[in-house]
């Protein structure tokens, strides 16, 4: 009901920056939270950021003072500013987005496709 599709993810070198984009689009009713996540080979998935609804923020530590997170509610997307990458950064990026679809009951949670973020050393 509810679809999610990332873009901005690619190869960078070591102290680069990259922006990842997630817009929604479907049948929404509204959306709540936004988040990005990523995982790593061998590793489970984990959270990398978050915006509530009012535009608060959380962070993992491993990223606070290089990545930030926003919103655009007028076109549904969140953005994941990425900078001063580090090769540890490397993982798969999914989108995560806690939305009431109109065609479905209660709150549920959307993925994107995911977007594959390489940082080279």
């Known amino acids: 009901q509810v679809q999610l599709v990332e873009s901005g993810g690619g190869l960078v070198q070591a102290g680069g920056s990259l922006r990842l984009s997630c817009a929604a689009s479907g049948s929404i009713f509204s959306i709540n939270a936004m988040a990005w996540y990523r995982q790593v080979t061998g590793k489970q998935r984990e959270s990398v950021a978050v915006?509530?609804?009012?535009?608060?923020?959380m962070y993992a530590d491993s990223v606070k003072g290089r990545f930030t997170i926003s919103r655009d509610n007028a076109k549904n997307t969140v953005i994941l500013q990425m900078n001063n990458l580090k090769p540890e950064d490397t993982a798969v990026y999914y989108c995560n987005v806690v939305a009431t679809s109109t065609m479905a009951a209660g709150t549920r949670y959307y993925w994107g496709q995911g977007t594959q973020v390489t940082v080279s050393s």
């Open positions: 915006i509530t609804s009012d535009g608060r923020t």
